[in-house]
């Protein structure tokens, strides 16, 4: 299903985008601390916020998307697939040339929709979310204790 999604760069973190933010990251530390060195972009279809992603300039010629997310009730129909096209159009607007994304070892459709939007898989992270968070994380059935980081040429 092909939604019209309109993006744009984020002019204030209300509520909505916040609750949509912490669908991806569950530490609110973790997320604040990117929102102040990152541009945050929603994307709507017509009035209704249907996700949000934030980019960060992690290294010359590297942006990173440290957080994409989308309504649990949109979810499974290529809104995420076109956040990322955007993100990586965005990317290059920076000036990038390798655009980054990471995910936990027990996301598994997270996984799947990074590789088909053409990332590779780089490196792991291991214990990053042992480390960095407070709560143990469990996602299908799968302890989250890992950080699969991917990168894509653009």
């Not at 993006?7 to 609750?19: C, D, F, G, R």
């Not at 957080?67 to 809104?79: F, L």
């Not at 469990?138 to 040429?153: K, P, T, Y």
Request: some cysteine.
């Amino acid at each position: 299903m092909n939604m019209q999604l309109s993006i744009q760069k984020a002019t204030e973190v209300n509520q909505a985008l916040y609750e949509l933010l912490l669908l991806a990251d569950p530490s609110k530390e973790i997320v604040d601390e990117y929102l102040v060195r990152g541009e945050c972009y929603e994307a709507w279809i017509g009035s209704e916020l249907a996700g949000v992603y934030v980019l960060l300039k992690s290294r010359p010629q590297t942006v990173e998307i440290v957080n994409i997310a989308v309504k649990e009730s949109m979810q499974n129909k290529g809104i995420g697939r076109q956040m990322i096209h955007d993100a990586m159009i965005k990317a290059k607007q920076m000036r990038a040339a390798t655009i980054e994304i990471g995910t936990g070892n027990s996301s598994i459709g997270q996984l799947a929709l990074y590789q088909k939007c053409g990332f590779r898989l780089r490196a792991i992270d291991h214990d990053f979310f042992v480390r960095h968070y407070e709560e143990v994380i469990f996602e299908n059935g799968i302890q989250c204790r890992d950080m699969v980081r991917l990168s894509a040429d653009i």
